[in-house]
């Protein structure tokens, strides 16, 4: 049994001006995420990868009750936590924690680091004393003098950090960390995944990351799944698909994220336009008004799971198909 | 390979020249040596890249550029000339009469850039108050550079407000305003920040093309070095507020002589072609810049260092032509005793 199983995932959203949209005899509210599947094992750590609107932070909102399913299960550590009672429900939420987008931003400004880290014991009515705060602190790899400081007091990897030691103060064994890294400059950056991989190293916990940075992926993930449209359109290990992306949207989204070599300049955008309003979806694969690939039957036919090469992607026109080994 | 500008450094001189420049901050806690001794030279229809990490001074040496330091920022040395003018001591109608003229600047933030109250015709057409056209003319120019930016369909787009607009159309819009002045140096300080990696790469090629187009010159702030080695034709590396290395794209990302520069292009995970679960990072932290240090900026943090870099501070040594660096490795008369 994998610790996180998420079936069939659907969420729903209303939408704005749904009075109008009555009326107009439309639909009051809009999917923002489609039959989403996926499992992740104890101690193994995924990607979830898509432009800003693919849903991607909608699923982590959803693991962690800020966001209700539609329809869909996700059991974790066994138990189902879309149908669990409060209590049960708080028992499970209790081993998984979050680590949010903006580091400083998500950090109270008028606590202290000590009550930061150690807020999150006294709500489920552990204790939280000094000397709690500095072994979190420490496993953060912050010096323990940081315990009487404010938020402002810190530079963004140092807020990260306590970010970090805040997520791990209730032993999780499901980390979700959104956008980890975002904000922060390149060598800090680097201090991050190093320390999530050296946490994850000593703990074992499970992390799942949402990103749109593949560069992180790449260095952090085992497998990885590419969201479009509240869609995954590619899944599976993360060495097979930076070597041979198989949906022409994975292979956008790899030209996008430009190797620093003057040499190497991409004469054109891997990719144009935007991603369309999921209110108003495109017919067949819903990638095909952007892909350079498209065929006509891609504007007609919804493309269905294929399977090859340890991976799963929706296209019916699958890249690199002769390279991998197919089954 | 696609090449940038048809112009060499040496045949078109620089269209603004940063000379010793220093700017000090007053603030509560003491004075803040934000920029020391930065000279530079943004060169006529060319593409700068000012790269660094947060508080190097990229930001304060491109808001300079433009007259838009914070009150207690005080020009303490140097100057900035453009043309026979010094920037550095312009006073408030000198620097109105250059903005949105000669100067044009895009922002970090394409929502907060735009005002959300008022449609993107209108501040389309605000933007060209000093040009003596009519109405309907400025106009017919707002949807010909909104074209320009490939918005489509853009004389709808002139009815809409920023809120209706994605980051990335609201982002080309901004281009558009700036490029509606016609400026001889367009400023681009972190424009793509806050976009996807797909959008970012649609907007480093706009501007590409564009600046192919208009001619102007860019100096574009960033700190994301793939977008550099994509746009820039020249690139300049700024610690702690000193300019440390400076030289072309070519030179800097394939031949880089300072210990920083190395250490920051050895940081970016999208050079590490095999998946590592130990990236390498640069340890240590910015000096106190109320209290620069006497040598060597970097040294603290520096692999190489040795005793001159904790008491001499280094000039910029001359690596190659048109390339320097501010490390005592690069001195000729260093290794001779």
Request: charge should be neutral; proline fraction near 7%; charged fraction near 20%.
């Amino acid at each position: 049994m994998s610790l996180l199983e998420v079936d069939k995932l659907y969420i729903r959203y209303p939408r704005q001006g749904r009075i109008a949209a009555a009326l107009r005899g439309e639909p009051h509210d809009f999917e923002a995420v489609r039959d989403v599947s996926f499992t992740l094992e104890a101690g193994r750590t995924l990607g979830l990868v898509g432009e800003s609107g693919s849903g991607k932070s909608t699923v982590a909102r959803t693991l962690l009750g800020l966001k209700r399913a539609h329809s869909g299960s996700i059991v974790f550590a066994g138990s189902d936590m879309v149908r669990a009672s409060g209590r049960e429900w708080a028992r499970l939420r209790r081993q998984m924690s979050m680590m949010w987008q903006d580091p400083v931003g998500s950090l109270s400004p008028r606590l202290t680091v000590k009550s930061l880290v150690t807020e999150p014991l006294r709500i489920h009515g552990r204790r939280g004393g000094r000397a709690e705060a500095e072994r979190l602190l420490e496993m953060a790899g912050l010096p323990k003098e940081f315990v009487g400081r404010y938020p402002h007091q810190l530079s963004g990897g140092q807020a990260r950090r306590v970010g970090v030691a805040r997520a791990l103060a209730l032993d999780p064994v499901l980390l979700v960390a959104d956008e980890p890294t975002a904000g922060l400059d390149m060598s800090v950056q680097g201090e991050v995944l190093n320390l999530l991989n050296d946490v994850q190293r000593r703990t074992g916990v499970a992390m799942l990351i949402i990103t749109h940075n593949l560069n992180l992926v790449r260095h952090v993930t085992d497998s990885m799944a590419i969201m479009y449209l509240g869609r995954f359109v590619e899944q599976g290990p993360t060495d097979a698909i930076f070597a041979h992306p198989r949906h022409p949207y994975t292979e956008a989204l790899l030209a996008a994220n430009p190797e620093p070599d003057p040499d190497k300049r991409h004469d054109s955008p891997s990719l144009t336009g935007e991603v369309p309003s999921p209110l108003n979806r495109p017919t067949g694969c819903e990638f095909h008004p952007r892909c350079p690939h498209a065929h006509p039957d891609c504007a007609s036919q919804i493309p269905q799971w294929a399977r090859g090469d340890e991976r799963r992607y929706r296209c019916h026109y699958p890249l690199n198909v002769s390279i991998g080994a197919e089954v | 390979m696609a090449l940038t500008g048809n112009t060499t450094a040496a045949d078109a001189g620089p269209l603004v020249a940063i000379d010793s420049l220093s700017v000090d901050f007053d603030t509560a806690g003491g004075t803040v040596h934000a920029l020391r001794d930065v000279s530079l030279e943004v060169q006529k229809g060319r593409v700068l890249g000012l790269v660094g990490e947060s508080g190097c001074g990229k930001s304060t040496l491109a808001y300079s550029l433009i007259g838009l330091l914070a009150d207690n920022a005080r020009v303490v040395n140097g100057a900035i000339r453009m043309g026979d003018r010094d920037l550095a001591g312009l006073n408030a109608a000198g620097w109105r009469d250059l903005r949105g003229r000669r100067i044009a600047m895009i922002f970090q933030d394409p929502m907060t850039a735009l005002n959300p109250v008022l449609n993107i015709g209108r501040q389309m057409i605000d933007i060209q108050y000093r040009e003596s056209l009519s109405k309907a003319e400025k106009r017919a120019r707002a949807i010909e550079f909104l074209g320009q930016v490939q918005i489509p369909d853009p004389a709808a787009r002139l009815d809409v407000y920023p809120h209706q607009l994605s980051g990335g159309m609201r982002q080309r819009v901004c281009i558009a305003m700036a490029l509606l002045t016609r400026p001889d140096l367009l400023i681009a300080d972190e424009p793509t920040t806050a976009l996807d990696a797909t959008l970012e790469m649609q907007i480093v090629d706009l501007l590409r093309e564009l600046q192919q187009r208009f001619g102007c010159a860019v100096l574009f702030v960033s700190h994301h070095l793939g977008t550099v080695a994509e746009l820039c034709d020249d690139v300049a590396v700024m610690y702690a507020g000193e300019m440390v290395e400076k030289g072309s794209a070519r030179q800097i990302f394939h031949h880089p002589q300072h210990p920083y520069t190395q250490a920051l292009l050895a940081c970016d995970p999208a050079r590490i072609g095999i998946a590592t679960r130990q990236l390498p990072t640069i340890p240590g932290s910015l000096p106190d810049l109320r209290r620069p240090p006497v040598g060597c900026a970097f040294r603290a943090r520096c692999p190489q260092a040795w005793g001159r870099c904790a008491s001499d501070h280094p000039p910029l040594y001359v690596a190659q032509t048109h390339h320097g660096a501010r490390c005592h490795l690069l001195n000729p008369e260093e290794g001779k005793t």
